[in-house]
């Protein structure tokens, strides 16, 4: 997703495509829902991420000529949003004097803020034409920034960085923390930023101070925002600098420079025919790259920075997501507790962990690469499900997260249980599966539940975190110890055999798969996002078929059942020795007769099925009103 | 599970939660990757929220197991009123701050204050270890510019049992740190475990009576 997409010209020709096949917002994210509509590495197939994403967050509608019958990209909001943080660079100055001399960031006054990527701050040729093109939702926004200017700055013309700085000095209120605390800390965070990707900006100057830039200016912006809407400031908050990052390297991928081809612009401009590729070259103009990338942050955070960025809000939506997952894997008995209960039971609250599947949107759980798969469905899902009544906002990307997180908790659901009931380890300890990695079992071990949770495992492979002192290194010690017991009596290695079938069914079913397809999952997460809680609790059995390999519980069932019966057979044992090497024979029958589970795949299909008819109901009738508009 | 490993199961067990607190960008991460993976790396992400790892120490010839929780919370919460939840039930704090940033050293006054006031409400007793990371950025020969400022900080805080100075980076003090905590752990915070395990481990017991009755009938 990171690499270059080959030349400008290459994804101009390819936008063309999608629009041409897509002509409009709602067609566009509802074919990136139904999986009709992917990135693929291969290229083979047009795809665009800056124009999903840029078009869905900020509201930029495509419609179809009646004269020409070509796609035209509407770019009203898009100039709105460019002046807006025009505006944003006059005002908010960046104090990098404030720095320590030492600093890498460090930049006089005098020196005019050459460090500052002063590139983008020339002014835009057309602002007065943009002036008249306002409609009336963005005069709000457009009066609202003057007035602000008025009222911190008297001279409007001395825009220095250190007036700037003063200015927000003295409208600060005491609780707030100083411009050069501020600065620090988004410094400190943007020069750790994707150490995966060193090239991505811990190795690049320009990008970091750009970034930097970006986040010093949003985190006055806000505060002057809330402090007008008579909401508790915010500011700058570790995380933030991460999700504005995945936002600046999907736009940096498709930029177009127009400085480079003035000419060929002038041959265009009376070719109507390639008006839309005068529109996508705006649309991608890179002198507004920083303009874009602050534009779409702001849309993004606007609906999640009290959710997921404030205490109250991380509990509030824990409670949220407790319910929900309460419903799906519902309670079978109090011997067998689904997952939400499992984990109250063993004090592990959900905001623990929480905290950062929701304020990194899952990029640091699954990873930059395969988590921007799964924001194409949630901001695709935030412009579909525009219209439906969970959302009124077309930008609410937070709808989709708690339901994609919880199908990725079901994935890890057998082995969360196993950690949790004491049922389900001690099963597993009898069959000779080890609770945890030391040999002993562990009855209740919310370490390792915790541990499951907060390094989410991402490869199929992904043994448990815990490490250990090599003398509790087990697995050697298990097999080293079946080769010492080669003379064991017969019976005690028939007594062991005769387990082993439920071992391995067991095992399996432990065994954590490959990540489930972002498609997959955000489609699945769509289908169950809205849903009433019985209709959640309907359909959970089906969704745990799917993500953890059946339901563990109906296994332990069929071992109890086994066991039960074993255990007649232990009391017979203790009664009389005699008979021990007879019944070991018949009960490894009757364990092997044990019927397996039955499988429930027609129900999931049929289940699926008419969810997917729901929804596609759904994306058909915004399809009509948007078409009505 | 062969009869050889029976007689090393450790007998007691105790549950020892330590927290990480302290200014962000002081090392917090970066001394658990150390006593983790005993690595150490320049460029790590900033810690969101918290981190979590958990150990098992055998101890006492194997006779004791410490299950260490020990939790890294994020420089920047203390705005947010989230830790409180990393640290409630602790056992330890560590608190962490940057040798060659004062900064960081006056952000750790501010978590001894919240601890204390914890402390306070919930009568409870939590061990308090303040940290130096970075050690490896003064120079030899040399100390901290502000070690007055440390040292009397630490004389008017009684409730600070230990002060170290640590390099997550040249792996300096870090084991130190912990084997301290570990060699500290109050001897009557250990339980018997051998009490739950002879509840619930009933098929163990019968396989090892079952061995023992099979031989001899050998």
Known sequence: MLDHNGTPHDYIHRIEQVLKQYPSRPSLAAAILSGQHVYSNSHKYPFSRSLLWKTSLLQIDISLSSTTNLPSINLINLRNHRNIYNDLICKIGIPWHLLPTDSIYYSSITSDSSNSSNINQNPIDDVEEDLTNLNISNLNTKRRLPKQSISNNDDPLSKTNLNSNSNSNSNSNLKSESDINILSMIIGDVER?????????IESKNDKIKMIEILYRYSKWINEQRLEQGLKQIGYVQGMHELCAVIYAVVKVELYDDTKDDDTNKDNKTNTINNLNMQIKEFLASKYFQHDVFAMFTQLMSPIVDKYFTSSGIVRESIFFDLKLHHIDHEQSSKYPGLATSLKNANIESQLWLTRWFRMLLTRELGLAYSVRIWDGLIAYACVGAMSDTVSDGHDISVLLPYVIILLILRIRSKLLQCLNKNISKICYDVGINGNSNGEMDLFDESEA???????????NTTLSRSVSPEFD????????????????LV??????????????????????????SIDL?????????????????????????????????????????????????????KSTKSWKFM???????????????????????????????????????????TNK | MSQQSLPNKPLRSVEYKIVLLGESSVGKSSILERLQNNTFNEDKSSTIGAAFISKKIPINENKDLINLQIWDTAGQERFHNLTPLYYRNANCAIIVFDLINLDSFKKAEYWIDQLNNYIEEQLIGIEIILVGNKCDLINEGEECSYINIINEFISNHKEIKRYLQTS????????????????????EMFHPIEEENSKNLIDLKFKKNSYNSTSCQC
């Open chain 1, 492 to 517: 005690f290695r028939k007594s062991r055999e005769k387990q082993s079938p439920f071992k391995r069914k067991l095992e399996k079913m432990l065994e954590i798969d490959k990540l489930p397809s």
């Open chain 1, 450 to 460: 915790l541990s499951l949770l907060l390094h989410y495992p991402i490869d199929s």
């Open chain 1, 522 to 574: 955000f489609s699945d997460a769509a289908l169950i996002c809205g849903l009433s809680d019985s209709e959640l609790n309907q359909f959970g059995p089906s969704l745990i078929e799917k993500y953890s390999k059946g339901d563990i519980y109906s296994l332990i069932k069929i071992i109890e059942k086994n066991n039960s019966s074993n255990n007649l057979f232990f009391n017979d044992i203790l």
């Open chain 2, 168 to 187: 997550a980076k040249e792996n300096i003090n870090i084991s130190k740190l912990f084997q301290d905590i570990i060699d500290n752990i109050d001897d």
């Open chain 1, 193 to 201: 930023l994707f150490p995966e990707y060193p090239d991505m900006f």
């Open chain 1, 584 to 626: 070991s024979l018949s009960s490894s029958t009757t364990s092997s007769t044990a019927s397996p589970k039955p499988s429930s795949q027609v129900k999931i299909d049929s289940n699926r099925s008419r969810l997917e008819n729901r929804l596609q109901q759904r994306v058909h009738d915004r399809l009509k009103e948007s």
């Open chain 1, 474 to 489: 087990d697995d050697n010690k298990i097999d080293n110890n079946l080769e010492d017991n080669k003379d064991e009596p």
